[in-house]
T-cell receptor
Framework: DAKTTQPNSMESNEEEPVHLPCNHSTISGTDYIHWYRQLPSQGPEYVIHGLTSNVNNRMASLAIAEDRKSSTLILHRATLRDAAVYYC??????????FGAGTRLTVKP | GAGVSQTPSNKVTEKGKYVELRCDPI?????LYWYRQSLGQGPEFLIY????????DSGLPNDRFFAVRPEGSVSTLKIQRTERGDSAVYLC??????????????FGEGSRLTVL
């Protein structure tokens, strides 16, 4: 019970923006939205997280809906190195972090 | 190295044997998580420690699985009477959950367990 739903897969062209959606309709007021990605044969790595406001860092941007029931990870210019499985996870009050199946992003040259 | 270290990186064992997997977290991290990942699946939560105690062990699949973190640092995941279905990559992550911490998880490279 990952509490989030994501599309199984998405495709993007290199150097174009990518918007990866996530639904979390049962989110609680104290749950943080975290995004991780997993490159082949590696452990997951942190991308970004937020609570209510949109967030930007050097890797990506996170847009959070006003009702917090959904969010979107934005990669501004996809590169071949961004091909990975992207996971949207809720960090709940007791700090549980449970992954779902994620979205497999394919980047085409 | 300053990252999360997991040993062994690969373990092949026979059905019915006992296995221990070790995780060395980032120094000062208060929380430690164990996950297992089968091919094509997302990481499956097993257990999470805050300090020395298991804050949530609801993901352990059965009583053959046990984990300890006796001094609040290194953790060992123990699997008794291994079965072929236990074959997976076992991932460990640590996090700083104190004041100022973001709760970001830092993962190790994983221990690949194969049960023949």
């Amino acid at each position: 019970d990952a509490k989030t739903t994501q599309p199984n897969s998405m495709e993007s062209n290199e150097e174009e923006p990518v918007h990866l959606p996530c639904n979390h309709s049962t989110i609680s007021g104290t749950d943080y939205i975290h995004w991780y990605r997993q490159l082949p044969s590696q452990g997951p790595e942190y991308v970004i997280h937020g609570l209510t406001s949109n967030v930007n860092n050097r890797m990506a941007s996170l847009a959070i809906a006003e009702d917090r029931k959904s969010s979107t990870l934005i990669l501004h210019r996809a590169t071949l190195r961004d091909a990975a499985v992207y996971y949207c996870i809720l960090r709940v009050l007791n700090n549980d972090m449970r992954f779902g199946a994620g979205t497999r992003l394919t980047v085409k040259p | 190295g300053a990252g999360v270290s997991q040993t062994p990186s690969n373990k092949v064992t026979e059905k019915g044997k006992y296995v221990e997997l070790r995780c060395d977290p980032i120094s000062g991290h208060t929380a430690l998580y164990w996950y297992r990942q089968s091919l094509g699946q997302g990481p499956e939560f097993l257990i999470y420690f805050q300090g020395t105690g298991a804050a949530d062990d609801s993901g352990l699949p059965n009583d053959r699985f046990f984990a300890v973190r006796p001094e609040g640092s290194v953790s060992t995941l123990k699997i008794q009477r291994t079965e072929r279905g236990d074959s997976a990559v076992y991932l460990c992550a640590s996090s700083f959950l104190g004041r100022g911490g973001t709760g970001e998880l830092f993962f190790g490279e994983g221990s690949r367990l194969t049960v023949l």
